[in-house]
Each structure stands twice: as structure tokens, then as C-alpha cells.
């Protein structure tokens, strides 16, 4: 298959990524800032989704697969948010990953799906409202679009909760760790290579009837 990853340079992403490599797919990705040393197999391009953004259908054309991976989180209440700061957040991780379907998805192949990377904080809240909010944007845009693109193209939201292996959980403070734990009834929480192959998994063609739903992977943290 051919792989298009959007944001494919988080450690989530890079995962993800040398995931289908290794199972032989073809993969093109891209990253914001800085390329990644170790190209973990794929071909890369910049591309900033809080400004303009190069010809993506020509690298998409033909994907049997897009991910859509971004996901910034600024930690902070919403008094703290300055205007920037609520335009930033809603371009990357919610409007901008918009025109990137618009732009990419009369190019994708027959059958082909868009896996979209969610978030528990789209189901119970953050603490940063504004990554919450954004995010449960993107799942009911995943719903809208699992109808409106189908039969050609599926999609569907992956949702973990706290992801351990990741840039994210090293910066994390250990209380909030360890309150997130508390909280989970399988008192672990999935790794950046587990959520990988999840992934890698739901896009095979036994998973031919997933649309429009969300894979949630928190271990029933907001299950009441």
C-alpha cells in the first residue's frame, strides 16, 4: 500500500510510520519544523499547517491510506490563552487538517481510507480546553466524513488516552502521571509501538467495515 502521513514527525508519528515500513509499505510524510535524522524509511516534505501549504494532493495521489496525526497541546486554561494562541491551536489541530482532506481526498485510491489521530480529551474533557475542544472537532468531522466520502473512502478515529514512549509523557509531570493512572482500571497505559501496530492493523482489509467509528485505547478511563 501507499502511506500518506500528515505531522508524521511526533514520536507517535515516527512510530507509526517505521511501523508500515516495516511491513513493506510505501510511505510519504510530512513534518513541520525540522526533518527527522532518521528518516525511518519514508520520503519527507515540510509542510506547516498554521500557514501555507505545499501541493499535498500530488504526494497523496493514489495513498491507499492517510493518516492525519497533528496534535498540540499548549497546556494551559483558557484565561491564559492569548487570540494567537486559540488560532494556532485551531489550525493545527482541527481547521488545517481540514484543507488537507479537502485537498487530498478526490486523490486518493478506490477503497482507500483516512485514519485520523483523536484523543480521550475529545470524550471527557482536558484540562487544556482548548485541545479538548479541537479535538472533539476532528471526531465529528471523522463521522460527517465517514458518510459523505464513503463508499471510496472510509474514516475513522484512533483515541488513546496517555501514550508512554512519547516526547509528551517524558515532559509530563509524575503527579499528573500518576493521577492519570489512578484513573485507568488497567492501571497501564498503551505505548507509542503498541498504538502503532493498532493502527497498522485496523488499515488491512479484515477491517473492510470500520466507518465512521472511534477506537478508543484509554483503558475505560471515562467508563462510569
Known sequence: MKIFALGGSSTIGLAIIEAYVRDGHEVVATYNSHEPEDAGGATWLKADLRGTLPDLASAAAGSDVALLLPGLVLGKSLTDYTDEMITEMVDVNFGGQVRVIREIAPVLADDSQIVIMGSLAAQRGSADPMYGATKGAIHALAKSLAKS?????????????????????????QATIESHLGITPTQHF?????????????????WGQLNGATIDLNGAQYVR
Request: aromatic fraction near 2%.
Open 190 to 206: 498503551i505505548s507509542a509501538a503498541q498504538l502503532a501496530e493498532i493502527v497498522v492493523d485496523i488499515t488491512k482489509p479484515h
Open 149 to 173: 466520502l464513503a463508499p471510496k473512502t472510509r474514516v475513522n478515529v484512533v483515541a488513546p488516552g496517555m501514550v508512554s514512549d512519547t516526547r509528551m509523557y517524558d515532559a509530563t509531570p
